[in-house]
C-alpha cells in the first residue's frame, strides 16, 4: 500500500513538473501529498490550484485541512469560510466544509461558534456524520 501510494506520489510529481500550467494535476498532486503528510508541499500545489476555477472549492478546503495539520487555526478557517462562502447549494462539499468549520471552533475554544456550524448542517441533514447529537446534547444541557 505505501509503494502504491509513493508511485501515485512521483508520478503526479512528474506530471506536474513536465506540465506546470495543469492546474488540475497540482490539485491531484496536492491532495497526494496532503494523504502522505507533506504538508507544506501540499501548501504549495492547492495555493496554485485555487485558481482553477473547477478546482478552487476544494482547494481552499484543503488548504483549510492542511492549516489545521500545522494548528494554524486562524489560516484554516478563512480558507474554509472562503470555500463554504462560494458554494450556494447545502451539498456534501458543503456540508464537509461546515463541518470542519465546527470542528475547529470547537479546537478553539469557541462551542457557540461551533454549534451554529453543526446547526446549518443539522437543518438540512440530520443524519450527517454526529451532527445530531452535536446539536442535541446542547439542546439537553
Known sequence: QSEK?????TDLRERVERYPNDLRLRYEYGVALYR????NE???QFQSSQRSPKDRTS????LGLCF????QYDLAAQQLETAASEIVT????????LYELGALHEKMGKPDDAL???KQIYQVDIGFRDVANK????YRA
Open 36 to 39: 502522505n503528510s507533506n504538508i
Open 42 to 44: 501540499a501548501i504549495q
Open 116 to 118: 451554529g456550524y453543526f
Open 135 to 138: 446539536v442535541e446534547e446542547e
Open 5 to 9: 501510494q509513493a508511485y501515485i506520489v
Open 90 to 97: 447545502m451539498d456534501r462539499t458543503k456540508k464537509d466544509i
Open 68 to 71: 489545521i495539520e500545522k494548528e
Open 59 to 62: 482547494s481552499l478546503y484543503h
